[in-house]
C-alpha cells in the first residue's frame, strides 16, 4: 500500500506531484536542492550547478488560459504571454494556495535513489539525501522524478572540428543572461530552437552582426494568430484534432505545411525544415522573421569548420572575424543519483517509459517520471495529468498496467525488421514526428489516453444532451486544462465556469 512518496524536484511538476499526492491522502516529501520553488523559472543571475537556467527575457510561449494548473488559474489582469517573474509569482501563489512548502524540503540534494532488498515484494526505495554535508537516509513506498531535463547542457565540440583553435569565445546558451556584454561584437549562434532564435533576436539589437545556423531547419510560429488570439487557443482544439486523425495522410501533410507558411514563407527565409512535413515542435518567435528581412541576423547552414578567427559553413562560404559562438543545442537526460540509470534508460542511451511516465521493467510500478513528454502544447497541465495517472497506478488501482506492460515488453526488440519504437510506449500518434531525443507526441491524444484510463476525459457526446453549451465549447474551441477537472476523479467545482469565461479572460 503506497503512502509515503518521495519528490524529487520543486519545479512545476514537483509541485503538481505534492499536490496530487495530498489529493489522494498520501504523504509526500518534496526535496529541492536550492532555496526555493519553480524550477526552470526561477531566475537567478548566475547558472547553478544541478538546475535549469534561463536568461533574463524569456516569456511563456503558451497562453494563460493553456497553461494554468487546471483547478487554479491565472488571474484576470494577467497578459496572455508572461515574463518569467510573473509565472515564478504565480507559481508561488499556487503552492502557497494548496500549502505545499511544508512538504518541500529545501536544499537538500537527492544523492541517491536505489531500490530496498526486499523492492520485489514491497516496492519501496531508499532515498538518500543531502543537506550542510548532512546525509540521511528515509524510505519510501514510490518515487516521482520530477528533476526536468533542461539541466544538463549538450556541447557537442566533437561535431565541429576546429573549434580548439578558434581564438573567440564560445559557451552554450545555458551561460546566457543578457545582451550588453556582447555590444558591438559579431556573434554566431548554432541551433534554431526557441532558445537560439530568442538569443540571435535580443543579440541583434547590440551585436554589429548575429549570424544563426541551422542543420535542419524549422517551422516559426508567432504566438499571436489570427485576429490577433494566442495561437494555442485556436490550433489545439478537439475539433482540430479530429479533423488531423480523419484526413488522408497527404492532405494533412499539406494542410500543415499551408499552415505554418501563412504568415511568411520559410523557404524565402532560409528556415524551411528538412523534413517539411516533421510535427517536430516549432520555433515561437514574433520577431525572427523582421529581424531577417531587416538584415541584422543573417541566416546560415550548419558549421563545416572553425578557424582561429572565421567560421566555414557547409555551402561552401566563410565569415570573418567572428567574436563569440554562442551553442543552443539543446540538453541530455541524466539521473545521476539513479543507483541503476537502466530503469529509466535503455540502449542508445534513450529514455525508456511507458506512457512516458513509468520505467517498464520495474517488477513494481512504484517509480514515475514527470515532464519529460513534449507535444505541441503546454507542460503545466500535462504534468498534472501525468501526476494524476501516476497515483492511480501507484495505489493499484490501474488493473491493467502489468498486462499492457508484460505485452510490451514480450513483444520483443524488433518487429517485422523494424527497430521497435521502445523510447516511447505510446499509441498516441507518434508516426506525426521526425526523429528528436525529446518524447514527442500529439498533446490532446496524449492527455484523452491518460485521462480515459483515470476516469476524468470530458465526455462530449454526453455534454450534448445535458449541457449543450459547454459541449460545443469543449469540441470547438481551445482544450484548456480545466476540461480535465470537468468529471471524475478531482473534479473542480470552478472547471465549467472556467471554460465558458476563458475567452473573457483572454480579451482582457
Not at 511538476?13 to 495530498?22: E, I, N
Not at 548575429?210 to 488570439?229: E, F, T
Not at 488493473?399 to 521497435?420: A, D, N, Q, V
Request: charged letters at 25%; glycine letters at 8%; a positive charge.
Amino acid at each position: 500500500m503506497v503512502r509515503r512518496v518521495a519528490v524529487v524536484g520543486a519545479g512545476v511538476s514537483g509541485l503538481a506531484a505534492t499536490k496530487c499526492c495530498l489529493d489522494e491522502g498520501l504523504d509526500p516529501t518534496c526535496f529541492e536542492q536550492s532555496e526555493g520553488i519553480g524550477g526552470l523559472w526561477r531566475y537567478t543571475d548566475q547558472a547553478e550547478e544541478g538546475r535549469a537556467s534561463i536568461y533574463r527575457t524569456v516569456f511563456t510561449n503558451s497562453c494563460k488560459e493553456m497553461m494554468c494548473y487546471p483547478d487554479f488559474p491565472f488571474p484576470d489582469d494577467h497578459p496572455n504571454y508572461m515574463h518569467n517573474a510573473r509565472l515564478q509569482h504565480y507559481i508561488c501563489k499556487y503552492a502557497e494556495h494548496f500549502d505545499l512548502l511544508r512538504h518541500i524540503r529545501f536544499k537538500t540534494l537527492v544523492t541517491k535513489v536505489k531500490k530496498r532488498p526486499d523492492f520485489s515484494v514491497t516496492g519501496q526505495w531508499e532515498v538518500v539525501t543531502q543537506r550542510d554535508g548532512k546525509e540521511e537516509t528515509a524510505v519510501f513506498d514510490a518515487v516521482m522524478v520530477c528533476s526536468g531535463h533542461h539541466v544538463y547542457p549538450k556541447l557537442p565540440i566533437a561535431e565541429f572540428p576546429g573549434i580548439q583553435k578558434f581564438k573567440g569565445c564560445y559557451f552554450h546558451s545555458r551561460e546566457y543572461k543578457e545582451p550588453e556584454k556582447f555590444r558591438g561584437k559579431k556573434v554566431l549562434v548554432i541551433g534554431l530552437g526557441n532558445s537560439g532564435c530568442d538569443i540571435a533576436v535580443e543579440l541583434s539589437t547590440v551585436a554589429s552582426q548575429v549570424y544563426l545556423s541551422s542543420r535542419s531547419g524549422s517551422w516559426v510560429m508567432s504566438r499571436i494568430w489570427d485576429n490577433g488570439y494566442p495561437w494555442d487557443m485556436l490550433v489545439i482544439t478537439r475539433f482540430q484534432t479530429w479533423l488531423g486523425n480523419i484526413l488522408p495522410r497527404a492532405l494533412s501533410d499539406w494542410l500543415y505545411v499551408r499552415g505554418m507558411n501563412r504568415f511568411f514563407k520559410h523557404e524565402n527565409f532560409g528556415l524551411m525544415p528538412l523534413n517539411r512535413t516533421s510535427r517536430k515542435e516549432p520555433v515561437f518567435n514574433d520577431d525572427l522573421p523582421s529581424r531577417i528581412a531587416c538584415g541584422v541576423v543573417v541566416m546560415k547552414p550548419n558549421v563545416k569548420e572553425f578557424r582561429e578567427t572565421s567560421v566555414l559553413f557547409q555551402d561552401g562560404t566563410v565569415q570573418d572575424d567572428v567574436d563569440v559562438v554562442v551553442f543552443a543545442t539543446g540538453y541530455g537526460y541524466s539521473y545521476p543519483f539513479m543507483e541503476d540509470e537502466s530503469i529509466i534508460k535503455s540502449r542508445d542511451n534513450q529514455v525508456t517509459l511507458y506512457k512516458g511516465i513509468l520505467p517498464p521493467q520495474l517488477k513494481k510500478p512504484t517509480m514515475a517520471v514527470i515532464g519529460l513528454v513534449q507535444s505541441l502544447g503546454p507542460t503545466i497541465p500535462t504534468v498534472d495529468l501525468q501526476c494524476r495517472w501516476a497515483l492511480k497506478v501507484f495505489q493499484g488501482r490501474q488493473t491493467l498496467l502489468s498486462l499492457c506492460l508484460k505485452k510490451k515488453m514480450e513483444g520483443g526488440g524488433e518487429r517485422k525488421g523494424k527497430p521497435k519504437a521502445d523510447h516511447l510506449f505510446l499509441s498516441s500518434l507518434p508516426r506525426r514526428f521526425g526523429s528528436s531525443t525529446t518524447l514527442q507526441t500529439d498533446y490532446i491524444t496524449y492527455m484523452d489516453e491518460l485521462a480515459s484510463a483515470i476516469g476524468v476525459k470530458p465526455n462530449v457526446l454526453k455534454l450534448l444532451l445535458t449541457d449543450p453549451r459547454l459541449a460545443l465549447e469543449v469540441f470547438f474551441g481551445p482544450c484548456s486544462p480545466y476540461q480535465f477537472r470537468l468529471m471524475g476523479p478531482g473534479k473542480w467545482s470552478g472547471a465549467r465556469k472556467a471554460i465558458l469565461t476563458q475567452w473573457d479572460r483572454t480579451l482582457r
